[in-house]
């Protein structure tokens, strides 16, 4: 028998496309970080960083995956690794320790601005007003998109930052954390994600039902978990699950 009373959601690429979004953020925020400092030096009548885009930016990404390998209880904290990549390259290229913290936060803010200007799918909206009369929803995202200022915030009572728990998906404590927010247990939840390592997998494990989001799956799917091609199919698939109690 399946009764949901709660449904948790992923955001990136569950409930829009996060691909093209992610680029503009990953290049903008940095190339508005040096012309910013360049025009802040050149007020001061100093001279240029000595960075450039195409060297920064890789030197920024290695600092990252270091910084992750050295914090491994950080990896998906993102923002948290991004600030502490700036924040040193900033001050080795000869920045003063307290001029690299401001201006590594000032970069954030601009990432964190870029981030947000995601466009949800056409149906989400009106698909999580439908939902949300006769469930309990919840967000539970890897990514480190600022929850309260994206576009469907108001959908989502509970939203779990799993990278901030330090325990980034497929742990299971960002789905135990959004559950006892919702007050439910796992048989009567399910969760909607595109990814099969991140959400179906830990989310069947641990007695959830799984909407999987993909255009193409030929494999044999596990108990409780389902596929849909796009986040508009759910409301089809709630009801037959119901019509299967």
Not at 3 to 8: E, F, K, W, Y
Not at 23 to 41: D, P, V
Not at 49 to 60: C, H, I, K
Not at 117 to 140: F, K
Request: net charge negative.
């Amino acid at each position: 028998m399946i009764t949901l009373d709660a449904i948790t959601f992923d955001l990136d690429d569950t409930l829009w496309d996060n691909q093209g979004v992610m680029l503009k953020t990953e290049e903008g925020h940095y190339r508005w970080l040096l012309e910013a400092l360049t025009a802040w030096r050149s007020a001061r009548q100093e001279a240029p960083l000595p960075l450039t885009y195409e060297e920064g930016v890789e030197d920024y990404l290695q600092r990252r995956q270091q910084w992750a390998h050295q914090v491994p209880e950080r990896r998906g904290d993102f923002t948290w690794l991004r600030l502490r990549a700036l924040e040193a390259q900033l001050e080795e290229s000869g920045l003063a320790r307290s001029a690299a913290l401001l201006w590594a936060a000032a970069a954030m803010n601009e990432f964190h601005r870029l981030r947000v200007q995601v466009t949800p799918h056409p149906e989400a909206a009106g698909l999580l007003s439908a939902l949300a009369e006769r469930y309990r929803l919840a967000a539970i995202t890897n990514g480190n998109i600022h929850l309260k200022r994206q576009p469907l915030a108001a959908h989502f009572p509970v939203a779990i930052a799993a990278g901030e728990l330090l325990a980034p998906k497929p742990d299971p404590k960002p789905f135990l954390t959004a559950l006892e927010r919702l007050n439910t247990v796992p048989r009567r939840a399910m969760h909607v994600g595109d990814s099969w390592q991140e959400d179906v997998l830990p989310a069947q494990q641990l007695g959830m039902h799984a909407a999987w989001v993909a255009e193409r799956g030929d494999q044999a799917l596990p108990e409780r978990v389902h596929r849909i091609a796009h986040v508009k199919e759910l409301p089809e698939l709630i009801a037959w699950l119901e019509r299967q109690a």
